[in-house]
């Protein structure tokens, strides 16, 4: 195989894109999943200690970008660990969206 060879079949493989900018969009995925988490956290523990109660509607949709990347990562690398956490955390966001909505309803003035 030629260098030309080698290189049309690198940019087959990464359909032109490049592998520098990839990793550089990984890292500020990584990244914003943490920042999101941080100030999910200060709000949470504010409004506690506010005492506005509990909102799990957040911790629901913060947590659902981590759901979404793992299923990404399962459908595309076929991995079981990614396959684990994308369970998890499906599990977690569904049970923290039923309390909020939950606590929306009993909480409703309209019913």
């Known amino acids: 195989m030629n260098k030309d060879e080698i290189l049309a079949k690198s940019r087959a493989e990464n359909r032109n894109k490049d592998v520098y900018e990839q990793e550089v969009l990984k890292q500020a995925s990584q990244s914003a999943v943490v920042v999101q988490m941080v100030l999910a956290t200060i709000f949470f523990v504010t409004q506690i200690f506010a005492g506005g109660g509990t909102n799990w509607g957040l911790w629901a949709i913060v947590l659902s970008a981590n759901m979404t990347i793992n299923w990404m990562k399962y459908i595309k690398l076929h991995r079981k660990f990614e396959l684990a956490l994308a369970i998890v955390y499906t599990m977690l966001v569904s049970v923290m969206s039923g ?11 309209i019913i």
Request: zero cysteines; proline letters at 0%; charged letters at 10%.
């Open 99 to 109: 309390y909020h909505i939950y606590d929306i309803i009993v909480s409703a003035t």
